[in-house]
């Protein structure tokens, strides 16, 4: 990497690491509140956006929760739904299918989009248990048994009361969700005929007057089953209603993966012959059929409106039906749907389709109609187009505008930021980024990798010189060599790695224990010898009450490799290793508990006041922390020197400590920043909270009382630690950042610093994300954030137009924030050393050979 009339760096561009992400099985949106009679038109609850959560669920285990990245005034995020936590479920399981419902759907209203405290998450393995999830925790709340075998399918009511399971047995079960409780509720008369329930769909609920005002009530679901049928049910008595069977081969059974039901009462059903049917639900008759796709359809998505459905599976294609002759008011039952359009977003089978906002089957009435339900899409309330997210076994979750066939772009607008067209047909698509930046670490000092998958780490060692220690049966010629895979004995996926800057220690960490492990290599053979501090996890647990499991969120070393910092369950463990060397002994110097709490009563001589970490305006994002409620106080360390007024569940997601190892800096999920002294081991200051939680924290090594915390909407704020200020230098910078940077399309996600710039240069910062590394001199204007393979240059001096971008960058200003985006998709930027850059990547093409071949069915002359 070089650019003009600057120094270049060596840069070690590392593409050996066999890491391979999941393939997605499930997603689900946050469901929409159900409309009330007499509902405030305008609601008192703030969860920060208009966009609802999205959960992905993998084929390992895991479940990643995924937020808009977007303020809630905004229309449009480039970076759009962006990963904040990850679910790690126990060894062995699986994600088969993934629902979110709502914990108290009385207590909200239209208006409101649930947040965290509003959600439930339930999930299935492919087993018989059915697993709830807490969602603040990120463990398994509780456990309940199906009691009729393997769960196939589930879906929740529209007023999330009611729970239906389609199991092996061929049997539905209704499971209550009221009081925030889950138990067995009913279950449905068996089928004539036993076979498995592969889908399941609620049908239209009824609006009936209670004694507690209007209530909602569910008549029938339908299901589809192994045996080429689609039936429909009595929820209130469980009899079967009505069978519908679709097409057969040669005798052969059609299994039917996806069903859904429209507005109208249309039952909609895709079955393993790539058949898509519409049925009419009162008569049990076809109305439609269409043969949209050459194999199995695996999932169906329904519109917001409920005229438009989307189907999926192995052929990689999605196909938009769309309905015509279509009122304003709903689609009436004589009306038909036409095949639209089909589009390849994947190279591989489609697993899961969902749709935000999320098809709701209550009815929509007019201002002008007699009825007081008024029911309204959050996404027509901002003036913006649905979008629909696919994902399959190429384990990228890909997200495109889907406005009706024939909506304009002048009335909705496209949030992705991709095209100005907002219809499926038309608009551009994009892709989240499958790479996390918590599976590779770096060691600086002794040039490794650490790569952690799913139950297993990988040590790998980058030669500058060949012949450098590396024994002659492991030699190679291409500059590397695995030194060590060590196969871990876990309960869960592995959540949080670390190596020391010697590469003498290396801890793992998955939810219930974190394992500390001594490295020692043999001279000259090189070969890596591993052991295990087994007293490492008992001593913070028996020091550190509050711990019932040293299981831990995020682990780093201090630069002297002589201290770790452990960060478990919102609680900060600070571990002296020093003296294992010398007698063996691990000393626990001290904890911290400040993101457990919401205020801070500080202060002595019954002087106390209640500190809090305030939000920043919009029209003053960086203004003095001390104003807002910045704790300024050093002696405020934790409860042993405050109160805990209000205890909260979050995860510290990043951590960073100074080059000098005298500031320590954490950043939990609720978006909160604290700063600690690990000089004096004491709480120095906490920061106000941002919009978002913080996706990366680094100090300046030549200032290192300099924090940077980046944003994942690619914006910066800069801290100065020891004066608990934002400097006002800083501000010029971070509030004119380009668009073209802060308008890319994936996250920041990392930060790092050359140990050594360039002479008179000011400090240079590295940031980047899954597809770009951007280079930032702290100390010059912002510029023209040029990429290094478009060079915009006019005149015949070779000057370079620092103007016309629309980001206030005056012409004859220098370049700024120099953008490459050759390199992707990245696990790891960082520096070995001065000017030599370690560059990490997992391309697209080397993951694609470890999956099966994609199905092809030729066609007769190609």
């Known amino acids: 990497m070089a650019t003009h009339a600057e120094k270049s760096l060596a840069v070690h561009r590392c593409r050996f690491l066999d890491w391979n992400p999941s393939p997605i099985a499930a997603l689900a949106f946050a469901p929409t509140p159900p409309p009330k009679k007499n509902a405030k038109k305008q609601s008192t609850r703030k969860h920060g956006s208009q966009f609802g959560i999205l959960a992905v669920g993998r084929a390992n285990g895991n479940i ?17 739904w962006v990963v904040r936590r990850t679910l790690r479920a126990p060894k062995p399981s699986k994600i088969e299918s993934l629902v979110l419902a709502l914990r108290y759907p009385e207590s909200l209203s239209q208006p409101d989009v649930p947040g965290y405290s509003d959600l439930r998450l339930f999930s299935t393995s492919g087993g018989s248990d059915l ?107 469980g009899q079967m209603l009505d069978q519908m069977s679709v097409d057969k081969v040669r ?51 329904i519109g917001p409106d409920g005229t438009s459905v989307y189907s999926s599976g192995v052929d990689q294609k999605v196909t938009e039906f769309s309905a015509v002759n279509v009122t304003e008011r709903a689609a009436k039952a004589s009306s038909r749907f036409i095949q639209t359009c089909s589009r390849r977003l994947h190279s591989h089978d489609v697993r899961a389709l969902a749709i935000w906002p999320p098809f709701s089957p209550f009815p929509i009435t007019g201002p002008n109609s007699s009825q007081k339900t008024q029911y309204q899409h959050p996404a027509a309330k901002l003036g913006v ?66 790569c952690a998958k799913d139950t297993s780490v990988v040590l790998w060692r980058v030669r500058r010189d060949p012949k450098d220690m590396v024994p002659e049966a492991l030699r190679t010629d291409r500059g590397w060599d695995k030194l060590l895979e060590v196969q871990l004995k876990v309960q869960t996926n592995i959540q949080a790695i670390a190596i020391s800057e010697d590469g003498r220690w290396m801890a793992v960490s998955d939810l219930h224990e974190t394992k500390l492990f001594r490295l020692t290599y043999a001279v000259p053979t090189g070969k890596v010898s591993l052991k295990r501090v087994k007293r490492f996890s008992s001593s913070i647990v028996q020091q550190t009450p509050q711990l019932s499991s040293s299981g831990a969120s ?23 290793l020093s003296r294992y060397d010398e007698d063996g002994g691990i000393r626990v110097l001290r904890s911290f508990s400040h993101h457990r709490v919401n205020d801070i009563v500080v202060g002595d001589d019954g002087a106390a006041r209640a500190v809090k970490g305030l939000k920043p305006s919009t029209e003053d994002k960086a203004s003095d922390p001390a104003e807002e409620g910045t704790t300024s106080d050093s002696d405020s360390d934790d409860e042993s020197d405050g109160e805990m007024l209000d205890a909260v569940d979050c995860i510290i997601a990043r951590m960073a400590v100074s080059l000098d190892e005298q500031w320590l800096a954490t950043a939990d999920t609720r978006g909160r920043t604290h700063v600690y002294n690990v000089d004096t081991v004491q709480h120095h200051c906490a920061l106000p909270s941002f919009e978002q939680p913080p996706s990366a924290l680094a100090f300046d090594p030549h200032s290192p009382n300099t924090l940077i915390i980046g944003l994942p909407n690619n914006t910066l704020q800069i801290f100065d630690v020891e004066a608990r200020q934002f400097p006002d230098w800083a501000r010029t910078l971070c ?69 016309a971008n629309g980001d206030g960058a005056a012409s004859g200003v220098e370049e700024n924030f120099r953008l490459v985006t050759k390199y992707r998709p990245l696990l790891a930027v960082d520096f070995f050393g001065p000017a030599e850059l370690v560059v990490v990547e997992r391309p697209l093409v080397d993951v694609l050979e470890t999956l099966p071949p994609a199905f092809f069915k030729p066609k007769y002359g190609s």
């Open 64 to 80: 990643e929760i995924c937020e808009w990245s977007g303020a809630d005034w905004q229309q449009k995020s480039p970076q759009a």
């Open 131 to 237: 697993f709830e999830w807490d969602l603040e925790r990120g463990t398994i709340l509780r456990t309940v048994p199906s009691q009729g075998g393997s769960i196939w399918s589930m879906a929740v009511n529209p007023t999330s009361t009611l729970l239906a399971l389609g199991c092996e047995d061929g049997r539905v079960r209704l499971l209550s969700l009221a009081d925030n409780d889950v138990f067995h509720h009913s279950r449905f008369m068996p089928a004539k005929a036993k076979s498995r329930v592969l889908s399941i769909a609620w049908g239209i609920p009824s609006r009936r007057e209670g004694p507690d005002g209007e209530e909602w009530s569910d008549a029938w679901l339908v299901t589809g089953y192994s045996d080429s049928t689609v039936r429909k049910w009595d929820v209130r008595t």
């Open 251 to 301: 005798d052969e059974k059609t299994l039917v993966w996806a069903v859904g039901v429209l507005r109208d009462g249309t039952i909609v059903s895709g079955d393993s012959l790539g058949m898509v049917k519409f049925w009419d639900s009162l008569t049990a008759t076809q109305l439609q059929s269409f043969q949209a796709h050459a194999a199995d359809i695996l999932c169906l998505a």
């Open 385 to 450: 187009a649905p979008i629909l997210a696919s994902g399959g076994l190429d384990m990228s979750v890909a997200l495109c505008p889907c406005a009706p066939a024939g909506a304009s772009s002048a009335k909705l607008a496209n949030p992705l930021s991709t095209s100005v067209a907002v219809t499926f047909e038309d608009a551009y698509h994009r892709r989240m980024a499958y790479t996390t930046t918590d599976s590779v670490r770096v060691s600086r000092g002794a040039k490794l990798l650490l």
């Open 554 to 576: 995020c682990l780093i070393f201090t630069p002297d490799s002589r201290k770790i910092i452990v960060a478990s369950a919102a609680i900060i463990v600070l571990v002296d």
């Open 735 to 803: 509030e004119a950042l380009p668009k073209r940077f802060t308008h890319l399309h994936d996250p920041l996600v990392g930060i790092t610093f050359d140990p050594a710039p360039q002479a008179n240069a000011g400090p240079e910062v590295y940031l980047w994300g899954s597809t770009w590394i951007c280079k930032v001199n702290l100390q010059k204007p912002v510029g023209y954030p040029g990429f290094t393979k478009r060079k915009r240059r006019h005149g015949h001096d070779g000057g370079h137009r620092a103007a």
